[in-house]
């Protein structure tokens, strides 16, 4: 069965602490891993597709890289404005590319 | 351009009463999708659209769900005879196709809640 895990569940940083999000899937033939930021009260936010391991993508503070079983989003030098949820979710080998996601991780950054 | 837009943004109602939850997509988008997130659940697929068709149902948790697309733009989630399980924040999204790699776009979803 496809699966997607998240951790930490939470996580506090200091202004300036950089940090790492963890996403561990299994699923039967990866088609696309994806990163969503979800602010309280709103739908999620795209912010990177990732397609083969050793893929890397950038946004301003924030790198997301994938391996053949996880994908890491790091956060560098973050600000109390990167507070959030962040979800990681994957398409797998069906046609209608829906997706699978993690449980999130709530990142809280404290000025 | 205009994002994804859903409505109402609330819909609080009657256990045993039906509700509609309405999705405007992202024009040009011909996938559509719903989803489902309950506290402790994450974020559950429920059904997709390609054009007006509906390829995979898989998600639907009962056949209490129900949903229609029309001109290949406008969607509708039905819930019939409303239980307190149903209780959640409904979203919608599209995508430009349903190809693989195609980045998905959220609304903000319909917070439900029966009392």
């Known amino acids: 069965e496809d699966q997607v895990t998240q951790s930490p569940e939470a996580l506090r940083l200091q202004e300036g602490e950089s940090s790492s999000l963890n996403c561990s899937y299994t699923v039967s033939g990866l088609r696309g891993l994806f990163w969503y930021r979800q602010d309280p009260g709103k739908g999620p936010e795209f912010l990177f597709t990732?397609?083969?391991a050793g893929e890397e993508k950038e946004k301003e503070r924030l790198k997301a890289t994938l391996t053949k079983k996880e994908s890491f989003l790091h956060i560098t030098a973050p600000k109390p404005e990167d507070s959030a949820t962040y979800l990681c979710a994957v398409q797998a080998g069906s046609n209608t590319g829906k997706l699978i996601f993690g449980q999130g991780t709530t990142l809280q950054v404290k000025p | 351009g205009a994002g994804v837009s859903q409505s109402p943004s609330n819909k609080v109602t009657e256990k045993g009463k039906d509700v509609e939850l309405r999705c405007d997509p992202i024009s040009g988008h011909t996938a559509l999708y719903w989803y489902r997130q309950s506290l402790g659940q994450g974020l559950e697929f429920l059904i997709y659209f390609q054009g007006n068709s509906a390829p995979d149902k898989s998600g639907l948790p009962s056949d209490r769900f129900s949903a229609e697309r029309t001109g290949g733009s406008v969607s509708t989630l039905t819930i019939q005879r409303t239980q307190q399980e149903d209780s959640a924040v409904y979203l919608c999204?599209?995508?430009?196709?349903?190809?693989?790699?195609?980045?998905?776009?959220f609304g903000d979803g319909t917070r439900l809640s029966i009392l």
């Open positions: 999204a599209s995508s430009l196709a349903a190809g693989f790699g195609q980045p998905q776009h």
């Open positions: 990732l397609y083969s």
